[in-house]
């Protein structure tokens, strides 16, 4: 019993991370109002990210920026004592493609808009089995 | 970091993000949207990633919020589900 | 039908709980993920590049490659927004609202008729249009300049402190867009024209992948800055540096484009005319 707590308790983090994912996989799935299926796309991007950033962390470590650096000085850089700056990067890039995408599928609810004057998509499907 | 803030931070974060989902009125849907989006960023500068947490404030709750709102002033409000 | 959907959800959200058994505990120096490329990253980069911010130094140079496909990925969906929305012909809306000036009346006119050409009293507003506040004028004519510095110091700032050539760009268009709100939105197309903000994203775009040709002229591989150092006349340590700074201002200009044009097309649904 005490080690599923200790279990538990050393993966909360973790848990919490992808319930979150799973409130946005949700929102995508299961409503039905097209708005809500973005906001639940940026949902889960955004947990993803928090999920990747969280794997670099590391305990006592500082920011991944060098002080002193840009004099010259060459003092030994100890890699345990920087947070791993490599999944920054790729959610830097993972970032910028969400906005992308976000602008994109706005631009297409508009147009959906102006052709099905709905934005609920049974609605939608009705009208299309329509024609 | 103090682990009593990032839990906070945390469960604020997740309330956000199932109201964000849950309301009938899709423009308190896009600002619930924009607080989930700075609630993030305060957590990765938590968690001592700063160049994503700068990039996750200006884009996400910023333009993001920005965008989402345009796109409900041009489509209806109100939604049934 | 809402069952299997449910379902699904709690399958896949179980089945990721099982695989995090297996990870390592939170915050260990031990990980595999910061094992191998990393330390190499983070001993290196001051005595290869001299870029104190180590996420700008793998962004922009170790990893400049991917990063010159992102920037087309933001090209293309300012693009795509326009493709999308753009409405050319120019069909009057149902009905316009203007203002004449010298009594402040508001007058509706329905389609087909419009004010008597070439008389200086008529201005056209939206149709939601709200009358002068003078708080909005003056906050925004403050903030709008100094956010602007700001965003500048942002990308040149980037080797130091965090920040770049993508954040920077987004301050800046935020900037425009914070102009086009408070005032109107066709008083916006005075400072960043249509053609302007699409020229302006093919710029960014050229001038990223101008530097990686640029230094494949001098017999290196493409986006290797060291090769620079012989048009700049530093060592080749500093020249990754430079050239470094010289592809966060690429991005930062195709960005600031970008969301400009996605503001401007979503705001007005295509039509360019009236905006939020």
Redesign the interface.
């Known amino acids: 019993m005490n080690e599923l707590i200790s279990i538990v308790l050393s993966k909360l983090n973790y848990w919490?991370y992808i319930?979150?994912m799973m409130?946005?996989l949700?929102?995508m799935i299961a409503?039905?109002?097209l708005?809500?299926k973005i906001?639940?796309m940026?949902?889960l991007q955004?947990?993803v990210?928090?999920f990747f950033?969280?794997i670099?962390?590391k305990t006592n470590?500082?920011?991944?920026?060098i002080m002193h650096g840009h004099a010259g000085e060459s003092h030994a850089v100890h890699a345990a004592d920087f947070?791993n700056p490599l999944?920054?990067v790729l959610?830097?890039t993972a970032?910028?493609v969400a906005?992308s995408t976000?602008?994109v599928a706005?631009a297409l609810?508009?147009k959906l808009?102006q052709q099905y004057q709905?934005?609920?998509e049974d609605e939608i499907l009705e009208q299309l089995g329509d024609e | 970091m103090i682990w009593q803030i990032e839990l906070i931070v945390?469960l604020i974060?997740?309330i956000c993000?199932?109201g964000?989902?849950m309301v009938k009125d899709?423009l308190g849907?896009?600002i619930l949207?924009g607080a989930?989006?700075f609630m993030?960023c305060l957590?990765?500068a938590i968690?001592?990633?700063?160049?994503?947490?700068?990039?996750?404030a200006?884009?996400?709750a910023?333009?993001?919020t920005?965008?989402?709102?345009?796109?409900?002033?041009?489509?209806?409000r109100r939604?049934?589900? | 039908m809402k069952i299997l959907k449910i379902v699904t959800v709690l399958l896949f959200g179980g089945l990721l709980i099982y695989f995090t058994l297996d990870f390592p505990p939170w915050g260990d120096p031990q990980a595999p993920a910061s094992m191998h490329v990393s330390p190499r990253y983070i001993e290196r980069t001051i005595e290869e590049t001299s870029v104190p911010?180590i996420?700008?130094a793998v962004l922009a140079d170790y990893r400049g490659y991917d990063t010159m496909f992102e920037t087309i990925v933001i090209f293309t969906a300012g693009i795509a927004s326009i493709l999308l929305l753009r409405v050319l012909k120019r069909t009057k809306s149902e009905r316009q609202m203007y203002r004449h000036v010298p009594t402040g009346l508001t007058l509706r006119i329905e389609k087909g008729f419009g004010p008597p050409p070439g008389s200086k009293d008529f201005e056209r507003i939206d149709l939601m249009w709200v009358p002068y506040d003078l708080i909005v004028k003056t906050g925004s004519r403050l903030i709008v300049p100094f956010s602007q510095i700001f965003a500048l110091y942002v990308i040149a700032h980037g080797h130091h402190s965090?920040?770049?050539g993508?954040?920077g760009g987004?301050?800046l268009?935020?900037s425009i867009?914070l102009f086009a709100?408070s005032n109107n939105l066709r008083s916006s197309f005075t400072l960043i024209s249509e053609k302007l903000a699409v020229l302006l994203c093919g710029l960014g775009v050229i001038l990223y992948a101008g530097t990686g040709a640029l230094c494949m002229f001098f017999g290196s591989n493409f986006l290797d800055y060291g090769a620079l150092s012989h048009i700049l006349g530093v060592d080749p340590v500093t020249a990754r540096s430079h050239g470094i700074l010289m592809v966060e201002i690429g991005v930062g200009i195709c960005v600031m484009a970008v969301?400009v044009l996605?503001?401007y097309n979503?705001?007005s649904?295509g039509r360019h005319d009236e905006?939020?």
């Open positions: 919490v319930a979150l409130v946005g949700y929102a409503k039905n109002n708005v809500k906001i639940g940026n949902i955004t947990a990210i928090l950033i969280s670099g962390a470590a500082t920011i991944p920026i947070i999944p920054h959610m830097l970032i910028v906005v976000l602008g706005l609810v508009i808009y709905t934005l609920e | 945390l974060v997740l993000g199932i964000a989902i899709l849907a896009a949207f989930y989006s993030m957590l990765w968690m001592g990633a700063v160049d994503v947490a700068f990039t996750e200006s884009v996400g910023g333009v993001s920005v965008l989402f709102v345009a796109a409900v002033f041009r489509t209806s939604t049934k589900d | 911010n996420v700008t965090p920040g770049g993508f954040q987004v301050i268009g935020a867009i709100i969301m996605l503001y979503l705001a649904a905006g939020l």
